[in-house]
């Protein structure tokens, strides 16, 4: 049986062959142009794209309804978002890296051990602006990540008071540290 306009959509869901032909003869260019304008970065993946296309409306021709519109513009409809499911296939691809690729650079341990003394000297430089026992309540709770009611309680500082000396060393240093920046 030769397909025209009027069978092709019945030749599909008897699965003859002939139906699909049709529609590449008859909607491809259209269904071309929409994956192409989705996909003109990736112009390699324009075949595929169309291959899935045409797949995907042999298996879900039943769920076209000529009542609700078109079979051209379910057949768009279906162009579109395969095109968008090769865009995020393609987006997957990109952000998954075999490790097997990955070249890991190796740092040097005296760059390390440099990079750590610098910042060891900028926080004593930071923390030398406040009285010794608020610097060790510093270094208990922001180096060590100690919490701040047993850093206090091995100091001898009660809970509210632990608080109360971080908010007004904090304001100590970025009344110190801050115009630096800004100048």
Known sequence: MKANEHNFIDLIKKRKEEGILY???TYGGLL???VRKRLFTAPDRVEECMNDIFLGIWKNIDSFDESRGSFEGWAAGVARLEAIDTLRKMKRELQTVSIEDMEIPQEEPSFLE???QELSKETEEILGCLKPKD???FRRIFINEEEPEEAGEALGISRDNVYVRIFRGKQKI???FGERKRA
């Open 135 to 137: 610097q060790e309540l």
């Open 32 to 34: 071309n142009a929409i």
């Open 114 to 116: 440099l990079t750590e």
């Open 174 to 176: 970025r009344s110190k």
């Open 23 to 25: 529609v590449i003869e």
